[in-house]
């Protein structure tokens, strides 16, 4: 569904991702995990097109799209989840969520269908219909990421670019979250991109899943290989040596 | 009892002029918004409605087709102005974007002086000038024209932001690009609405402030700093704040000519704009912020 090969993306003078090549196959939850700096967001980024690559190829059910600005991409259906949530903190929550289906709007079986998604997301987080009228800036940190993800439905992506969704949050509510990432591959056959600091928690959602480090993958395979890999578990899941040599 | 009637007077008029400096204020607003530029080249549609108005009565169309020219002239230089100069600059510093704002206003108000030479030209009244008495002071008919418009269009613009999924599109993108352009928004095409939303409506201020004050080719400068004045005392990002401001320093202008000298009429905006930049930067109407990180 997704595939990238030999991607090279600078800020500026800095050369962020090494010849990065990964894939995901329809109906996959593929996690990527890595420390801070590595270039998880910016691999992210580059797929969504706001930070194009220097050289390499993404290509989207077999279309490249490396060139095409960020509306393009959305408009094939590939949403991105943003790290930090970044929603519209001054508009309403259901401003947001109409502004998630933006593409939608051009025709009218396109504004019908922003509907259903709209009672869709609706089902999924009661909360945020609870909070329709509120503007987005006055939720809760959890409730903006559930505002983030229902935002990026709205599209109806085929592909979800999930960005640290567990950022900052309260267990219980990253469960929540992980537990309608997991529904919508099952319901909707929703493929998945999830990038995260918190590895065990993403690897343990994950069917497979890439290591990033100083922007080389330095590491793939199954999600349960990796949740088992004594590197991984020394490098991101956070047991050091001895806690590995006594088990 | 005469001292009132004098106020009631100054009053009257400074909310006329106040409602065209909310009206520019509000295309400084609109630009600023989409783009995070303060755009001087705002005074220059407002001149060209005026002078382009004029232009095509000579023409002999009727008024109400000559404007509608008058504004495709402006909205079409507007859409010129931000395709050469604004779009191709990827990563300029605002700093560089506000000199080339100078820049295209120095050029249209050249190109206007070429076009329509250095004399003021006036633009008859659009529905004659026989003064009507309210109380003890008098309006002409033009003062109503200037507040039905105004109304008109800041209740257009609320429609157009708060109801359209454009105009919605439109605050997203001015909260934060990046996350608008996740959505699917065309974030570009946003820049060029607010150019084409922001030189209409200047160009509609110059339009039915020009029987009032004649018209020159450099009657934008002062009227665009003026705006520019609205747009700073009602904080740029508060729409409602721009229009109140405006109409504020309309008023306190009128007043402060009225009772101290009329020649201090223009030190009196550019006092309360020095004032304002120095105790609050952000506008007087700005809340605390309600949101949380």
Known sequence: ML??????????????????????????????????????TTLLNTVSGITPARSGIVSYRGLPVQDLPPHRIVGLGVSQVPEGRQVFKPLVVEENLELGAYLLHRNKEGKEEAKKNLQMVYELFPVLAERRRQPAGTLSGGEQQMLAVGRALMAGPRLLLLDEPSMGLAPLIVQEIFRVIRSLVEERKTTILIVEQNAKAALNLADRGYVLDTGKIIMEGAASDLLVNRDVQRAYLGRDKKEIWER | MEAFGEIFQYILSGFSTGAIYALIGFGFAVIYNSTGIINFAQGEFVMLGGLATIFFINMNFPLPVSVIFAIATATLTGVVFERLA????????????????????????????LMWGKDTHVLPSFSGSDPIYIADATILPQHLWIFSITV?????????????????????????????????????????????????????????????????????????????????????????????????????????????????????????????????????FRKDETERV
């Open chain 2, 152 to 284: 008109l269009i800041i209740a257009a613009s609320r429609m157009f932001f708060n109801r359209s999924i454009t105009g919605k599109a439109m605050r997203a993108c001015a909260y934060n690009r990046e996350a608008a352009g996740l959505v699917g928004i065309d974030v570009k095409k946003m820049v060029l609405f607010s150019f084409i939303i922001s030189s209409a409506i200047g160009s509609l201020a110059g339009i039915i402030i020009a029987p009032l004050t004649m018209s020159s080719y450099d009657v934008g400068v002062m009227l665009g700093l003026k705006g520019f004045c609205a747009a700073i005392i009602g904080g740029m990002s508060n729409g409602a704040g721009t229009v109140i401001g405006g109409l504020l320093l309309g008023i306190l202008e009128s007043l402060g000519a009225g009772f101290i000298s009329a020649s201090y009429k223009d030190a009196i905006a550019f006092i309360i704009l020095l004032l304002i930049l120095f105790f609050r930067p952000e506008g007087i």
């Open chain 1, 3 to 40: 595939v990238i090969k030999n991607l090279n993306t600078y800020y500026g003078q800095v050369h962020v991702l090494k010849n990065v090549s990964l894939h995901l196959r329809e109906g996959e939850i593929v996690a990527l995990i890595g420390a801070n700096g590595a270039g998880k």
């Open chain 2, 86 to 113: 604004i779009r191709p600059l990827k990563n300029a510093t605002p700093l560089n974007l506000v000199l080339i704002t100078i820049g295209a206003s120095i050029l249209i108000r050249g190109g206007a002086m």
